[in-house]
Nanobody, 117 residues
Framework: QVQLVESGGGLVQPGGSLRLSCTAS????????MGWYRQYPEKQRELVAT???????NYADSVKGRFAISRGNAANTVYLQMNSLSPEDTAVYSC???????????WGQGTQVTVSS
């Protein structure tokens, strides 16, 4: 089992910034992919950004140039720096972990990001 704990969500004005953090604990394999997805009300979860341990990234087109994903030195942390936020970014953001060693994937509980004036 892997547990994911997220932090950093909240309310921000349009044009503002937020930084999300996620830490994994438990049976974490050092070769893994971690990232962020978001979900709008009554919509399916969608990719925001992922990053593996080689530094390879994958971003949704809607966030390219505004959001930046990064990993800590340890294998169990991931961050999402969100800049130039707009009301369309308002959603629940969830951390995701996956690895091939144990063929497992896990989700965090989600953190609300609200962009509003």
């Amino acid at each position: 089992q892997v547990q994911l704990v997220e932090s950093g969500g909240g309310l921000v004005q349009p044009g503002g910034s937020l930084r999300l953090s996620c830490t994994a604990s438990g049976r974490v394999f050092w070769i893994n992919t971690m990232g962020w997805y978001r979900q709008y009300p009554e919509k399916q979860r969608e990719l925001v950004a992922t990053m593996d341990r080689t530094g390879s990234t994958n971003y949704a087109d809607s966030v390219k140039g505004r959001f930046a994903i990064s990993r800590g030195n340890a294998a169990n942390t991931v961050y999402l720096q969100m800049n130039s936020l707009s009301p369309e970014d308002t959603a629940v953001y969830s951390c995701h972990y996956s690895d091939r060693r144990y063929s497992q994937q896990y989700w965090g509980q989600g953190t609300q990001v609200t962009v509003s004036s």
